[in-house]
């Protein structure tokens, strides 16, 4: 578990209720530990998290931090990294910058459009709905409740922080750089970025499903990605809608997920030749538009710039 909202709770961990009595929490992490134990033929990577799990909610003291919003075993606060203020737009100042750079005057990249801005509108629909239409909802990022909603809800705020984070790291790399958030793709939905550099011109998704994800027969499947879900085909289609719209051709096409979520910095998906998308961890995201893994050649910016910004359409 990391500190995303889209991770599984610690009692979603242990396979019991968030209103399990301490005798039934002490049985499920025996029996998650047992099935999950190396030693006995278990999955390492699963009882490492029965193991965090049971550090959060294992004593009375913790599970009582943890369910008032803190992150239990760690002693800090909502205010911390899983907390609600962490998960809150920061609609006063640039929050898309580190506070390091909002105190230096380097010239960061251009950046057009709201990046998270409809994830997190769909986001605050699909509480309010769960909530109820009627009752009020005094902070939807309230870390209890959103700990106590369905995974799916969860994991749209998931991707907003996402999408927001990639922005943050796209803005660090210079004027040289152009960014377009939330692209319309017609049928398709929204392509989240569109990241142009001195290598080429970048289709961007990023997402969190909140658990550890890997590349089959050419596309990204998971435990925790919903029925049907193909994210490697539904980036494909939305960056054709937003090229067919503007006319301007991508280089290629990312799919940016948490360093937890696969154990490669890059990995290509389809011939080395031609991939049809990369998958990228987030820490390795600024090399990868730097031009570390593009193509040979580079292109126009500032023709590609001008048209995309006579022809985006923004969602």
């Given at each position: 578990?990391?500190?995303?909202?889209?991770?599984?709770?610690?009692?979603?961990?242990?396979?019991?209720?968030?209103?399990?009595?301490?005798?039934?929490?002490?049985?499920?992490?025996?029996?998650?530990?047992?099935?999950?134990?190396?030693?006995?033929?278990?999955?390492?990577?699963?009882?490492?998290?029965?193991?965090?799990?049971?550090?959060?909610?294992?004593?009375?003291a913790?599970?009582?931090?943890?369910?008032?919003?803190?992150?239990?075993?760690?002693?800090?606060?909502?205010?911390?990294?899983?907390?609600?203020?962490?998960?809150?737009?920061?609609?006063?100042?640039?929050?898309?910058?580190?506070?390091?750079?909002?105190?230096?005057?380097?010239?960061?990249?251009?950046?057009?459009?709201?990046?998270?801005?409809?994830?997190?509108?769909?986001?605050?629909?699909?509480?309010?709905?769960?909530?109820g239409?009627?009752?009020?909802?005094?902070?939807?990022?309230?870390?209890?409740?959103?700990?106590?909603a369905?995974?799916?809800?969860?994991?749209?705020?998931?991707?907003?922080?996402?999408?927001?984070?990639?922005?943050?790291?796209?803005?660090?790399?210079?004027?040289?750089?152009?960014v377009?958030?939330?692209?319309?793709?017609?049928?398709?939905?929204?392509?989240?970025?569109?990241?142009?550099?001195?290598?080429?011109?970048?289709?961007?998704?990023?997402?969190?499903?909140?658990?550890?994800?890997?590349?089959?027969?050419g596309?990204?499947?998971?435990?925790?990605?919903?029925?049907?879900?193909?994210?490697v085909?539904?980036?494909?289609?939305?960056?054709?809608?937003?090229?067919?719209?503007?006319?301007v051709?991508?280089?290629?096409?990312?799919?940016?997920?948490?360093?937890?979520?696969?154990?490669?910095?890059?990995?290509?998906?389809?011939s080395?030749?031609?991939?049809?998308?990369?998958?990228?961890?987030?820490s390795?995201?600024?090399?990868?538009?730097?031009?570390?893994?593009?193509?040979?050649?580079?292109?126009?910016?500032?023709?590609?710039r001008?048209?995309?910004?006579?022809?985006?359409?923004?969602?």
């Open positions: 578990m990391t500190d995303s909202p889209a991770d599984a709770t610690p009692y979603e961990v242990l396979g019991v209720p968030a209103t399990a009595d301490d005798d039934e929490l002490r049985r499920a992490y025996r029996r998650a530990a047992r099935e999950s134990h190396p030693d006995l033929g278990g999955d390492a990577r699963r009882f490492r998290l029965v193991q965090i799990a049971w550090e959060r909610v294992g004593t009375p913790a599970r009582r931090a943890y369910d008032a919003g803190s992150r239990g075993s760690s002693g800090q606060g909502a205010s911390g990294p899983s907390g609600g203020s962490a998960w809150r737009p920061d609609s006063g100042r640039d929050a898309y910058a580190p506070p390091a750079a909002r105190r230096d005057a380097r010239p960061r990249a251009r950046s057009h459009g709201h990046p998270g801005g409809r994830s997190r509108e769909v986001f605050l629909q699909a509480e309010r709905e769960w909530v239409l009627g009752d009020p909802i005094d902070d939807p990022y309230d870390p209890t409740l959103i700990r106590s369905p995974r799916h809800i969860r994991r749209l705020l998931a991707e907003a922080l996402a999408e927001e984070a990639t922005a943050s790291i796209v803005s660090e790399m210079g004027i040289g750089v152009t377009w958030h939330d692209l319309d793709a017609g049928a398709e939905g929204k392509l989240d970025h569109a990241v142009l550099t001195p290598s080429g011109l970048w289709a961007v998704e990023s997402i969190d499903w909140g658990a550890a994800v890997r590349v089959e027969h596309e990204i499947v998971g435990e925790t990605l919903a029925p049907g879900e193909r994210p085909k539904e980036l494909v289609r939305a960056a054709r809608a937003v090229q067919k719209q503007t006319r051709r991508f280089t290629g096409r990312l799919l940016v997920v948490p360093d937890s979520a696969v154990d490669e910095d890059v990995q290509l998906i389809g080395p030749r031609k991939p049809t998308a990369l998958v990228v961890r987030r390795a995201l600024g090399q990868v538009l730097g031009g570390v893994w593009s193509p040979e050649g580079s292109v126009d910016v500032f023709e590609v001008d048209r995309l910004q006579q022809t985006v359409r923004f969602v």
